[in-house]
């Protein structure tokens, strides 16, 4: 018999007993949608986290100077000294002081994140004015009161108006807003839009420290991001003599890092998952097995009438091979549907990638296959005269 003759007659095995092979394929059903599912939530964790990251710029580098049982210190002068040396690979770089402190904005006291920054913290993490102008080298040479909010600040909760001129209070002292940051999160309160920026050298005069101790790069372009970090961390050297002192990070570092992590924790949860497929190959061979028993006579038939033990064998396999293959579709559009179900629950696009579903339609055939060979082989070594007998 052919591929196609042993295909068709299996399509009719299975139509002429819907239920019984519904049941035979269920642990297949259940294990391929289980990887399908675990597999999209977890690639839509990955774009969410990417696409969060690319919003916060995959060229910027975080740099941290501890300094902890040292004298020895950089200023920030060198700082941009050395963007400046290296300006093939570095394009921006910037201050990062958080102040700790009230902010009164009118009659109402306000919990927000206060940050003194340099004139090009606006380019590094490549945002837009909205209204006004952003913090510029004078403010910062002269310590001018002066701040930039997000677009928070802009709505009419805050301030009733526009709130370019207007003034709140940091730590008691006023500050005049003299521009607003376009949109980046929602625009409420405790979220990214919620902030206050002043010139780091007003942040250096609250925080009470004689140093600046974290400062924010951006390289030049995605493909010299290690090479500007390079540059940064051979200067720090020169200055601290020991790398322990400070550390610069990169974005795509850390998203690398944390893209690897999640898929060994998928790849773990889809394993634990896989196991079902394994309880549905099983359920495939038992039903073959009974198939075997029930179909004994009809083998002892066909090989009266010349059929070779590789014919019987290859029918038994492809009826497996076929059972587990319908099971590994159903399986993969249940699991789509479940994952496009459970995504919005998390606000995430939950979708397997292509490479996902071609893996878990393959181990689904591969199972069916491998575990209907033992009834294969029972059923091909029967012997004719014995298999006729059968009632």
């Known amino acids: ?155 009419n909760d805050v301030f009733g108006t526009s709130p370019v001129g207007q003034t709140l209070k940091i730590n008691g002292e006023a500050y005049t807003i003299v521009g607003i940051i376009e949109e980046i999160a929602d625009s409420t309160q405790n979220s990214t839009d919620d902030m206050v920026l002043i010139p780091y050298s007003n942040a250096v005069k609250f925080s009470r420290n004689a140093t600046i101790s974290s400062y924010v790069a951006s390289a030049s372009s995605d ?33 690398d890092t944390m893209n690897e992590m999640m898929d060994i924790v998928v790849g773990i949860l889809a394993g634990i ?24 006579r009809e083998i002892g038939i066909r090989k009266a009438l010349g059929a070779k033990q590789r014919d019987i064998k290859s029918q038994f396999i492809i009826e497996a091979g076929t059972t587990s293959a319908l099971g590994g579709v159903i399986g993969i559009a249940f699991g789509m549907l479940v994952a496009s179900m459970i995504g919005p629950v998390f606000d995430i696009t939950a979708l397997p990638k292509i490479d996902s579903i071609l893996l878990a339609f393959s181990i689904s055939v591969g199972v069916g296959v491998l575990f209907g060979f033992l009834p294969a082989n029972k059923a091909a070594k029967l012997n004719p005269i014995d298999a006729l007998r059968n009632e």
């Not at 092979?21 to 964790?45: D, E, K, R, Y």
């Not at 896989?274 to 179909?295: D, F, H, K, P, Y």
């Open 1 to 155: 018999m052919s591929f196609l003759q042993c295909f068709l007659l299996a399509i009719k095995g299975i139509s002429t007993s819907k239920m019984r092979a519904f049941l035979t394929m269920l642990g297949i059903i259940i294990g391929v949608a289980s990887v399908i599912v675990i597999t999209g939530l977890g690639n839509g964790m990955q774009n969410y986290m990417t696409d969060m990251f690319e919003g916060m710029g995959t060229r910027t580098l975080n740099i941290n100077l501890t300094g902890r049982g040292s004298n020895r210190t950089i200023s920030v002068d060198r700082m941009y000294e050395i963007a400046e040396e290296n300006k093939e690979v570095i394009s921006y770089i910037s201050p990062k002081v958080t102040v700790q402190g009230q902010v009164r904005c009118l009659n109402e006291n306000m919990r927000t994140s206060v940050t003194g920054v340099g004139e090009d913290y606006l380019l590094i993490n490549s945002w837009e004015i909205l209204s006004g102008r952003f913090i510029q080298y004078f403010d910062i040479a002269e310590r001018k009161k002066v701040c930039v909010v997000g677009s928070y600040y802009a709505s």
């Open 273 to 296: 998952a896989g196991i079902s497929l394994l309880v549905g190959g099983i359920g495939i061979m038992n039903i073959m097995l009974v198939s075997v028993t029930e179909r004994t």
């Open 223 to 255: 493909e010299s991001v290690t090479q500007a970090r390079v540059a940064i961390e051979n200067e720090l050297y020169k200055v601290f003599l020991n790398d322990d002192l400070y550390s610069v990070i990169s974005m795509t570092e850390i998203l």
